[in-house]
């Protein structure tokens, strides 16, 4: 996996609440059989008119924001379907880091296992960093995951809590696989365990 | 010994490894596979020359992307869904794991046929690469959805990591009355808490009108756990998950049997453990609802009207906008007043023999409205055959209902059942997201019996004045 570790760059502004999986990337992207190659339709249907034209409006396409690697977004992102096209999506874009006041669950796991990082953060703050997204591609922020910070391009700075193992895995890149595979022996102790208390699984 | 809940006893049960701070290697019992959220695991796997660790506990079956439409073994899925479906063929022989093929009997979509075949037991963890599992856990299973870097990470392993959630509980008192279902209850628990008010919990649904649900209604009410943002939903098991399970094909037999029952009856909250949060409904207090807006907390009675922006607070107040916008809404009107286009029965929140029967119910000597477009597409292929033969297909047919074969359908929209632009559904399916099931369609949350009586007057409809 990818490692994160700091990240100076623009921010697109999406002040909306329950923005869902569906609508980071419509169903039809999912017939893929790989991860790659997403990113051009990320927000697909509210990015691109029935002709693939895009539209204008939509944040992503405004020239201040097509280079835009931070996503600032309201409530619940990310809530709805499980499916990890989801994040693939919004990396292949070039976006490495979400901010909201909150996310769901699946979403929230699986951007950590792409080498992205969402931070949650309280309204006020979230709004407060909107207001920084909006002012364009001049404001630059910065994320930095080891000092767990988040500065505005007025140099404003709002603290982020992260699970230490999550962030341990993000700062080094790590393979979550390659790490259990390490502790075979407690999943090996754990079967015969399990095997004799509850045969009939 | 502490008080326990539900939840903590089949946690406590599958924690194969504890870090210093708290992360657990949580072992996976049941892994269910579908076709889109599998070929990168899988291709994952090879790369790195790994084997499934625990094939006999995996189980693969496409539902998403099969077309619904008799002519199916004909063919008529796309090059990409077909690649898909045929990725899926091709691991599940490589890899040696349970597979029901399209053409199987036993296809269907796979938070069905999972408790059908037995495969999904009371106290197991089961996990799947798609939200919907929390269905699982009516039986009492502790089940969620997952990433595909996670199927993977259970493929390769049997395990995940995981920290473990807080504990919430659902409480619905008393008697539920005529005309409400599960799904009123599910969604109106949605609607009172929103769509993230479980997140960093798991849920356990209890009190006497879950109690007297059927394991068909349980499965509906745990279905949409994952919509109020729980990890996953839990109902303790009884006497009616035991008979439910008992002679399935995968379900234990004899001695075995008897000693998995003995171990279920130990899997329920014990008195005085802790819960985090608590939410208490009144059976009597829920009617049947219908959603209104491009999210699932967007709920109301059928008696009510469309909401106008003004009603709501923060960010919510733009998201009533958008939502009234693209749902081609106007406040004030009575929702018992909005005229739908299509009808939409089926999918894992409703689409097992139950919500068959209660739709038929109500459409049993009646024909739907003129120029409506109505379908049922059972969630599997099962449950097709046992509507067949108690004389639902042919309620149906005769109502002028499109009588299809097994799979996720309508209810995302992966395969030829689309809704097109501006067309307008009563749907029994799970999510009213903006574009969920085809480009610009509306859809209308609805239990089985409002969808029938929906058909019946071609406009969203009160299902107390069909009974």
């Known amino acids: ?201 | 010994m502490t008080a326990r809940t539900l939840y903590d006893k089949i946690w406590d049960d599958h924690v194969a490894h504890e870090a210093e701070d708290g992360t657990c290697l949580l072992y996976i019992d049941r892994h269910l596979v579908h076709e889109v959220t599998s070929p990168q695991a899988f291709e994952g796997l090879r790369m790195a020359g790994r084997k499934v660790h625990a094939p006999d506990k995996t189980i693969a079956v496409p539902d998403h992307n099969v077309p619904t439409t008799l002519d199916r073994a004909n063919g008529g899925m796309n090059e990409e869904s077909r690649i898909q479906v045929e990725a899926l063929d091709t691991n599940a022989k490589d890899f040696g794991i349970h597979y029901y093929p399209v053409s199987d009997v036993r296809q269907g979509i796979v938070h069905i046929v999972g408790p059908e075949q037995g495969w999904t037991l009371p106290g197991m963890t089961v996990v799947c690469g798609d939200s919907h599992t929390a269905t699982h856990g009516a039986f009492g299973a502790l089940a969620h959805g997952i990433g595909t870097s996670e199927v993977e990470h259970v493929l390769a392993t049997q395990t995940l990591i995981q920290k473990k959630s807080k504990n919430m509980k659902v409480e619905i008192t008393g008697k539920l009355r005529p005309g409400v279902t599960a799904k009123d209850i599910t969604l109106s628990v949605i609607g009172e808490t929103g769509t993230a008010g479980g997140t960093g919990y798991v849920i356990e649904y209890c009190g006497e009108a879950i109690r007297d649900l059927s394991m068909e209604g349980r499965m509906t009410v745990c279905n949409m756990a994952i919509e109020g943002g729980a990890r996953a939903g839990l109902i303790a098991p009884d006497e009616k998950t035991y008979a439910y399970c008992k002679g399935r094909p995968h379900a234990p037999k004899g001695a075995a049997w008897e000693a998995a029952e003995a171990y279920w009856r130990t899997l329920f909250t014990d008195d005085g453990a802790h819960f985090d949060k608590v939410v208490t409904i009144k059976g009597e207090d829920i009617a049947p609802v219908v959603t209104w807006g491009t999210s699932p907390e967007d709920v109301l009675p059928i008696t009510a009207t469309v909401p106008a922006p003004e009603d709501f607070e923060g960010g919510k107040v733009e998201a009533a906008k958008r939502s009234l916008d693209y749902m081609g809404l106007t406040p004030g009107t009575p929702l018992s007043e909005v005229e739908i286009d299509t009808v939409f029965i089926g999918s894992c929140t409703n689409g097992r023999i139950e919500d068959l029967r209660a739709a038929a119910e109500i459409l049993k000597g009646k024909k739907v409205k003129d120029g409506l477009r109505a379908m049922v597409v059972p969630g599997s292929g099962l449950v097709r055959a046992q509507a067949e033969e108690e004389g639902l297909a042919d309620i149906f047919k005769d109502a002028g209902f499109e009588w299809r074969l097994a799979g996720c359908s309508m209810c995302l929209a992966m395969n030829p059942d689309q809704l097109s632009e501006g067309e307008r559904c009563a749907s029994t399916s799970n999510r009213n997201f903006e574009g969920r099931q085809g480009y610009k369609g509306r859809t209308h949350l609805v239990s089985p019996g409002m969808a029938a009586a929906a058909a019946l007057t071609g406009r969203l409809t009160d299902v107390r004045e069909m009974m």
């Open chain 1, 1 to 201: 996996m990818d490692k994160f570790e700091a990240l100076t760059g623009i921010a697109a502004p999406m002040p909306l609440v329950n923005i869902d999986t569906d609508m980071i990337i419509p169903k039809q992207f999912l017939k893929t059989i790989k991860r790659s190659g997403l990113g051009v339709n990320l927000f697909d249907e509210m990015r691109y008119d029935r002709q693939g034209n895009e539209i204008p409006d939509f944040v992503l396409n405004k020239p201040q924001y097509r280079d835009a690697e931070i996503l600032v977004a309201g409530e619940n992102f990310g809530c709805g379907s499980s499916r990890e096209h989801a994040p693939w999506a919004i990396k292949d874009f070039g976006i490495r880091c979400v901010i909201a006041p909150s996310y769901a669950d699946i979403f929230y796991n699986n951007c950590f296992k792409n080498g992205i990082l969402p931070i949650a953060l309280p309204q006020e703050q979230v709004d407060v960093l909107m207001k920084d997204a909006e002012k364009g591609a001049n404001a630059r922020m910065t994320v930095d995951l080891e000092a767990q910070t988040v500065t505005t391009s007025d140099g404003e700075v709002f603290n982020f809590e992260v699970d230490a193992f999550k962030k341990h895995c993000l700062l080094e890149g790590l393979d979550d696989i390659g790490l259990t595979l390490g502790k075979a022996d407690a999943i090996k102790k754990f079967e015969a365990s399990a095997s004799t208390a509850r045969p009939w699984i």
